[in-house]
């Protein structure tokens, strides 16, 4: 299966993209490491007649500590699977990166593109809701920051507009423990649903702060957000994890199909939150 | 070597070879499970090439193009071809087809009995076969009986290399590469199929090239290949039409696909007195000759390794709007050991008896002629009893989830098999009648003629034979390669001695190679070789990765080790992921949609869910002349049946449907 | 669109269509069937190359993505990959061999980015998950690799030691 005909562009500045993005607007498409978006044009479940590859745009390949945690769009998903940087301050962004799709995806996709795709089965929008990350989105009249609660709109649905870029990704919650469950079916490695937790306690083991984020419940990814702040300030055991989790209930749809009735799958998201929950909680401790 | 040149990337599979000239062909496919077709317009369609490509005439034989009609997802509606790839893919939607959608699929053997009679005839049912003699209750002598319906749902071959052809017409005679199970075969259809076009057996040249797997799905006949022959003839260029996996996934023939409904008879004692019932397979949406195949094993087979005296059976082709029905490993072997075994397990709960002592109640014990109509000359109860204590089955059985199996393997040896030995420059060529797809043919030969004819293993080459070199041959299925290949090699091998001997009064190696000869055997067998094996599961559903197999088979004689054992591990992760997790799932809407889109979702494994393996090789030598016993079926059916009874013990819940389809087994999350 | 692509240590330069994806300027350009293509999904790495020296799927990859970039397929002539090729003749980590290009590049890839780490079943099997194979199981893949790592250690130590 074969991508259909399209203008192919490598701008070498942001200037030149911009001015692209300017001039093709909703008929063009960002390409960073192409992951999500070539195997939909090889299905032809799409077809954009301009194709702008970003990869040889310098000063986009990047993972910094300054002040945050910052990634640029270009960063590999394995390159960010492997760094020392993230490993240190961020290691739920550490362990997620490791678990997105296989070694080969990795190698070539890019954490910027998981995001900006917004497919609900795709990994790193949970995980960005879950760090409260920043995004900061460059087009020709300037520069802003989106936060990543304000990002996600619905399935492949953001809140980029066609001529925007994606050109840093920030993390102020660092330095707090972390980790990304991801639960697959036998043979796939897409997430048939998944919990991102950030934790940070107080010096007395209660919560500080938690940050707890879902892939694929929902047509869009989910934060936890009346979850989280149910659990600040509280020590966490089994009881106020059941708790929480029934708070999330609310919070997501699950549906009947093959592979499983909605209670059987609430069981088993019930199993991975809580268990979640108490290993990243003792992690924290 | 053919090893070497896989792993140098110098294999020559089907879409590695370039003709000049050649078109690409791309198939306008329906999106409908059933419709009208109101319109045609554009591409090579049944307006030109209005035909039928099996090798039976039949009412509901699948058209070349749909005529009128569309009954599957998927179906081949027209062609377009161009000599660029990417090009004749693009030409698809030049292709303008008005259809009338009639919403009233039927995606299930459930559906399609429930449902009113969507293919022309009085119900969804094309025919019926019938095994054994019927009986009532009454005549049997029983205490208990059990009754249950077993579904095994539809899954894919999913060979790595897809399907794929080039039919090249040059020079009046028809050239066509193909990936394939059988040339020999596959010609048998193309002479039958092409007459319709002007086209005799004796214009028709099949060629072997490097297969990527086949699992069955290579030794059938599609209506693409006819496709891609016509217009090689119509167009006078070469025609290469290579098989996405998307078209793999909705159009290619699937596999399984039963339901049975059976009864078991038996005394308190766990004696089993009777068996009968329903069987019914979901043929897909025209006749097709491979469905007869799969139903005749299920049927035939089902008593196994166990002597009852009275059994019955029916079989159903139950029509569905789904592609057809075709072999995959075991092709209906598998099934009729899976319902047998599924029912013993529920007869020895019924009856609280330990499995493996129910079995050894019934197990053949002297050669037995059995009620649907096999001749079974070996006996299974001493395997049965060496497998047990081998592997420490009732110490085991107390402390972990213990499945157990018994079957017997039906090693398709009938009817024969040839084989070409060409001796030049000091190389023996070997070409055989079954084709080569990852069965080891190369190092078995090899090491057979090491020893027949004390040549260096150097000086052995294995060659694809096209169906002019080789004139007859039977093919590559059934558990049948070491068997049959091994023993036709030796005996044309012997022939060659035989010719050194009569040109130079003696036979030594350098009289061989330093000279001209070619000898061809035709081995001729009229029977199939059935053999008892065994199989254990340990496994904990709680705990991912802890699937242990436990193997226990007859070899006859071991001709290459690795690569029997390569045979058992990759059946054995297939026979893991039909019981947990691989099928084709289609919408049950009535629109037929075909919900299954890749070949993960289609449940194919990769390798952090493989098993660990413990296995025992015994050699009771065969009546073949090699002395050799089949393999590759025998993970296919043992596995699954061990397992489910692994999973089952620990849930405790009864398992009758394949797959299971619960994802939280063995994902740690339980 | 003019393409330069470095392949197997020759640079390439050819005029393409941008939408050619590397797996077909391989196998149709330039003839290098030995890379595989299993799926449309970008699940089977039968297409599985290295770029850059890091295992990519040729068939999710634009030939335009690899513009000036290093391409290492399965012809390539290479010491480790030579003894990695070997190592699966020995252990008979194929059958049909239609997985086999991109197993080998795969494992290629996996042994040098180990470094030292040791590679034992749970490690590989990991690494191996963007790989299908319908034939043989996958044990002995996994063997293969653990020889091919012991050929390549051995290999290293004489070199060390000279
Ligand atoms: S062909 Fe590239 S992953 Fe399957
Ligand atoms: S050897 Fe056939 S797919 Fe791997």
């Not at chain 2, 040896?413 to 060409?422: D, H, K, Q, S, Y």
Request: net charge negative.
């Amino acid at each position: 299966m074969y991508p259909d005909k399209f203008q192919y562009f490598t701008p070498g500045d942001i200037a030149s993209l911009e001015e692209l993005l300017d001039k093709y607007r909703d008929d063009s498409k960002i390409l960073a490491g192409g992951q999500s978006i070539i195997p939909l044009l090889k299905m032809r479940f799409t077809s954009i007649p301009n194709i702008i590859d970003i990869s040889n745009i310098k000063g986009l390949n990047f993972i910094e500590l300054n002040d945050d945690l910052e990634i640029g769009p270009m960063a590999r998903t394995a390159e960010v699977a492997a760094s020392n940087i993230v490993a240190m301050n961020c290691p739920l962004l550490f362990d997620a990166a490791g678990k997105v799709a296989d070694p080969q995806v990795r190698n070539m996709g890019t954490v910027g593109g998981d995001i900006c795709e917004a497919d609900p089965r795709n990994d790193m929008p949970a995980v960005m809701l879950a760090l409260n990350a920043d995004f900061e989105i460059t087009n020709s009249s300037g520069k802003r920051t989106v936060n990543s609660t304000e990002f996600f709109k619905d399935a492949y649905t953001t809140a980029l507009d066609s001529n925007d870029i994606l050109t840093k990704i920030s993390i102020k919650n660092i330095g707090y423990h972390g980790k990304y469950f991801k639960f697959t079916t036998m043979a796939s490695d897409f997430a048939l649903f998944a919990v991102a937790i950030n934790m940070k306690l107080n010096s007395d083991e209660t919560v500080k702060d938690i940050g707890i984020g879902l892939t694929n419940v929902s047509s869009t990814a989910v934060k936890a957000n009346e979850v989280e702040a149910y659990l600040k300030g509280k020590k966490i055991d089994e009881k106020i994890s059941e708790e929480a989790f029934s708070k999330l209930l609310n919070m997501i749809e699950l549906d009947d199909d093959y592979n499983g009735t909605k209670e059987e799958k609430q069981k088993i998201l019930k199993k991975i939150f809580v268990n979640g929950l108490k290993e990243v909680y003792g992690d924290s401790k | 070597m053919y090893l070497d040149r896989f792993v140098n990337g110098k294999g020559q599979y089907i879409d590695d070879l370039k003709f000049p000239g050649m078109l690409y062909m791309s198939v306008v496919r329906s999106p409908y499970a059933h419709a009208k077709i109101k319109k045609i317009n554009g591409g090579l369609n049944a307006s030109e090439v209005k035909g039928f490509y099996n090798m039976k005439d039949n009412d509901n034989a699948e058209p070349i193009f749909a005529i009128n009609e569309v009954r599957y997802v998927g179906q081949p509606v027209a062609a377009v071809f161009s000599e660029n790839r990417y090009e004749s893919e693009d030409l698809i939607s030049s292709v303008e087809v008005d259809y009338e959608p009639l919403n009233d699929a039927v995606t299930s053997i459930e559906m399609a009995l429930k449902s009113k009679p969507i293919f022309g005839l009085k119900n969804n049912i094309l025919s019926t076969d019938e095994t054994g003699k019927t009986f009532d209750e009454g005549d049997v002598e029983h205490d208990v009986k059990v009754t249950d319906s077993i579904d095994i749902g539809r899954v894919l071959a999913n060979p790595m290399e897809t399907r794929g052809i080039i039919a090249d017409y040059r020079n009046g005679i028809l050239h066509i590469y193909v990936s394939s199970q059988s040339i020999h075969r596959l010609k048998n259809y193309f002479v039958k199929s092409l007459k319709q076009f002007g086209i005799s057996e004796n214009n028709i040249v099949v060629h072997h090239v490097d297969t990527g797997g086949a699992f069955g799905l290579k030794a059938a006949m599609y209506p693409e290949y006819i496709a891609a022959c016509y217009a090689s003839i119509r167009y006078k260029k070469p025609v290469k039409w290579i098989e996405t996996r998307t078209e793999h996934i909705n159009s290619a023939h699937g596999g399984r696909g039963i339901r049975a409904d059976i009864t078991l008879y038996a005394k308190k004692d766990g004696k089993i007195t009777g068996l009968k019932g329903d069987v019914y397979i979901d043929n897909g949406a025209y006749y097709v000759d491979t469905a007869s195949d799969d139903l005749g094993n299920v049927i035939h087979l089902m008593t196994g390794p166990y002597k009852i005296e009275k059994a019955h059976l029916y079989g159903h082709y139950v029509l569905t709007n789904k592609s057809l029905n075709g072999w995959y490993r075991g092709a209906g072997k598998p099934e009729a050991g899976i319902v047998m075994e599924r029912m013993v397990d529920l007869l020895a709960d019924k009856l609280n008896m330990d499995m493996a002592e129910i079995r050894m109640k019934n197990v053949i014990d002297a050669p037995f002629k059995s009620p649907l109509g096999l001749e079974f000359k070996t006996p299974a109860k001493t395997l049965f009893e060496n497998a047990l204590k081998y592997f420490d089955y009732e110490k085991k059985v107390k402390e972990k989830n213990v499945g157990i199996a018994l079957f017997m393997l039906d090693q398709d040896a009938a009817p024969g098999e040839t084989c070409r030995l060409i001796v030049k420059n000091g190389i023996i060529h070997v070409y055989f009648g079954g084709d080569v797809h990852g069965q080891g043919h190369e190092l078995f030969a090899r090491s057979i003629l090491k020893e027949a004819l004390a040549v260096d293993e150097n000086n052995v080459t294995l060659e694809l034979p096209d169906t002019e070199i080789l004139k007859e041959g039977v093919g590559t299925w059934g558990s049948r390669s070491a068997i049959i290949h091994g023993s036709v090699l030796l005996k044309t091998a012997e022939l060659l001695k035989n010719d050194v001997i009569k040109k130079f009064g003696k036979y030594d190696k350098d009289l061989l190679l330093n000279n001209e000869f070619d000898e061809y055997y035709y081995y001729k067998v009229d029977y199939n070789e059935y053999t008892p094996n065994f199989n254990m599961v340990i496994s904990d559903p709680y705990v991912p990765g802890s699937i242990k197999i436990y193997s226990y088979y007859d070899m006859g004689k071991i001709l290459n080790e690795k690569n029997i054992m390569g045979q058992i591990e990759g059946g054995a992760i297939q026979a893991i992921s039909e019981v947990l997790c691989e099928t084709i799932r289609y919408s049950d809407d009535g629109n037929g949609q075909v919900l299954t889109t890749n070949i993960a979702d289609a449940g194919v494994l990769t390798a952090d869910k493989m098993p660990e393996f413990h296995t025992k090789l015994v050699e009771t030598p065969s009546e073949f002349i090699d002395k050799a016993k089949g393999v590759a079926e025998s993970p296919s059916t043992g596995i699954p049946i061990a397992l489910a009874r692994s999973i089952e013990v620990q849930l405790n819940t009864r398992i009758n449907k394949f797959p299971i389809d619960k994802p939280e087994l063995f994902n740690g999350v339980l | 669109m003019m393409v330069n692509i470095r392949v197997n240590g020759k640079q390439y330069k050819k005029d393409i269509e941008p939408r050619l994806l590397l797996v077909n300027f391989l196998r149709d350009e330039l003839n290098l069937t030995g890379t595989h293509i299993g799926c449309d999904t970008s699940n089977c790495g039968a297409c599985t190359v290295l770029m850059d020296g890091k295992s990519v799927k040729s068939c999710t990859v634009l030939a335009m993505q690899a513009n000036n970039h290093e391409i290492t397929t399965i012809e390539h002539e290479d010491p480790e990959l030579n003894a990695i090729k070997d190592a699966y003749v020995e252990e008979q980590g194929l059958q049909c061999g239609f997985c086999t290009p991109g197993m080998i590049m795969e494992t290629f890839y996996l042994l040098k980015d180990a470094g030292n780490k040791d590679v034992d079943d749970d490690y590989i099997k990991k690494k191996l998950s963007g790989n299908l194979c319908r034939c043989t199981g996958y044990r002995s893949i996994i063997d293969s690799i653990k020889k091919a790592n012991e050929k390549i250690r051995e290999k290293e130590e004489i070199h060390v030691s000279r």
